[in-house]
């Protein structure tokens, strides 16, 4: 199926309900689209292919407007599988087309697919006329890959800005920022900001400060995944640039693994001496909170507290884990406490700390360690922690 955006104008993307884990990490109950755009004018061109399973649902979305192998120009934003799967198999159907891309990407492309198709190679700020449109390209790197660009299209506004102002979520039929759940829309994105993004957020500053100095009129952001904002194309890049920004809020996440019961204890104590302080909590059990739920949470809390049992003289699995995830996605610097039970010898709260200070975080006192379960002493070091991490959110 195929929307009209504009005249000449189409959406030629498809929906997957079926992956259930985006990057084979993040739940998608509500799917995620891959989308993609034509553009009939005297060129033909389309912007971004789609994930390799859907190639035959994205053709006949194509045949439904044009013969495929029409097709001119093949505009690649972004080479990450989910918008370059189909290229082996567009580029057997239209063999004369040309793939339009960065430099960078052309380099990727030959390692991943190695489609001899003709290139063209664009600069930055770089123009393609197909004819009475005319395409603009604004290299956008590290949103999120090194080799990504936008693609604008100047007669009609409209900015194909490629995975940044995505979200995940299925559009079932629906396109439009005005025929969808908007609620859900601000929850997904936020979502997927976090996982997809966290770690180029001085990138996102940069391109949208980009976009801006640019002077160019925006009618319509149509991003790679999730809804074309129409309505109001200002909401999608003003969310994205609240949610990059660097200043944190004042709340806090405490983030616990427990196996039997000991270190929840601990956890629920803590929170409890903190919401008498005043303090707001967010509040995750690793094993049962969705990951891409705890990362989002995670990114814009003013303090947060790990909460480990020892497992195998190691953190807990899924805790150490997040630890990791905090250094990958670079998790901006902030105030971080740490607590734990262990039975003999102990040495989750141990490595924690040690990554931690690898880390460069900065660890609040005290560091709580309870051998089963807390004495008075560490009670009252649970109260002493809740007036750090308080006097911390000031
Ligand atoms: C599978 C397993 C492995 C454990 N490994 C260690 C260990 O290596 N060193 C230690 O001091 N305690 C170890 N413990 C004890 C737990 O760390 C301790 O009982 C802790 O209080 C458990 O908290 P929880 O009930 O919240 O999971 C282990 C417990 C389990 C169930
Ligand atoms: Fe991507
Ligand atoms: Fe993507």
Not at 137 to 151: D, S
């Amino acid at each position: 199926m195929h929307r009209e955006i504009t005249q000449g104008v189409y959406y030629v993307g498809v929906d997957d309900t079926h992956t259930e884990l985006f990057e084979g990490l993040w739940a998608l109950p509500f799917g995620v689209s891959y989308n993609s755009y034509l553009i009939v004018d005297e060129k033909i061109a389309v912007v971004e292919t789609v994930k390799e399973p859907w190639t035959e649902e994205w053709l006949d979305n194509i045949r439904e407007i044009i013969d495929p192998s029409k097709i001119d120009y093949i505009v690649l934003n972004h080479m990450e599988p989910d918008h370059t799967g189909a290229l082996p198999h567009i580029a057997k159907i239209a063999p004369n087309a040309t793939i339009v891309y960065t430099e960078r990407a052309s380099k990727f492309q030959k390692s991943f697919y190695d489609v001899t198709l003709k290139e063209r190679i664009v600069e930055d700020l770089e123009e393609l006329s197909l004819g009475s449109k005319t395409l603009k390209f604004v290299h956008a790197p590290f949103l999120h890959w090194p080799e990504t660009m936008m693609t604008y299209l100047v007669e009609d506004q409209i900015l194909f800005s490629c995975d940044a102002f995505g979200a995940f979520g299925a559009l079932g039929g629906r396109l439009f920022d005005d025929e969808v759940d908007m609620a859900l829309v601000e929850k997904e994105s936020k979502r997927y900001v976090s996982t997809i993004i966290t770690s180029y957020f001085k990138f996102v500053q940069r391109g949208i400060q980009k976009v801006k100095d640019l002077g160019i009129g925006i009618k319509m952001v149509a991003p790679s995944h999730g809804p074309v904002y129409r309505k109001d194309p200002m909401w999608v890049i003003n969310k994205y640039a609240e949610w990059s920004s660097p200043e944190l809020e004042k709340y806090c996440i405490i983030i616990y693994g427990t196996m039997y019961g000991f270190n929840r204890r601990v956890a629920m104590k803590l929170k409890r001496q903190l919401e008498e302080r005043g303090v707001r909590v967010i509040i995750h059990n690793v094993s049962v909170s969705e990951p891409s739920e705890v990362i989002t949470d995670a990114v814009r809390a003013g303090v947060i507290v790990l909460g480990t049992p020892t497992y195998d003289a190691f953190p807990f699995p899924r805790l150490w884990h997040f630890v990791n995830e905090m250094q990958c996605k670079r998790l901006q610097k902030r105030p971080v406490a740490l607590f734990g039970t262990y039975g003999w010898g102990g040495g989750g709260v141990k490595k924690t700390r040690e990554m931690l200070t690898e880390m460069k975080f900065e660890v609040l006192e005290p560091v709580i360690r309870v051998k089963g379960r807390p004495t008075d002493e560490e009670e009252r070091q649970i109260g002493e922690l809740a007036d750090r991490i308080a006097e911390a959110l000031k």
